[in-house]
């Protein structure tokens, strides 16, 4: 029993050291409003890859506010923010964006929603012609 104090003592200083400040600009606006204005927008066009079903502007997952840094410090740096979304899918995957570029990987995602439609209407043609016989 008298080893549990020290031990208990020993793990919970790595468990404590694991808390992360947030970066300089996760939650901090760029003082160029024009910058800010196109960061945000950037940001609103990427996913939180902890979260998935949130942009990194709205989540609060640590990993989103790393990467609302990034897009900030490389806004303020001077890159455009197409060259920043490049970046971060190269970086992360054509995931991270809201809006996938067609490729070999993405064509199902682009054409699923087509062919469901045409599946759609060849059943309510099938059904309507049921009906008027």
Known sequence: MRWLVPLALITA???????????EYADTQLPDSDREAAARGLMETLRCLVCQGQSIADSDAPMAGDMRALVRQRIAAGESPAAVRDWLV????AYVTYDPPLGAATWPLW???????????FVARGSFRRKGR
């Open 13 to 23: 200083g790595p468990a404590a050291a694991q808390v992360v400040a947030p970066a």
């Open 90 to 93: 190269e970086r992360y995957g």
């Open 111 to 121: 054409l699923a929603p087509l062919l469901l439609l045409g599946v759609g209407a």
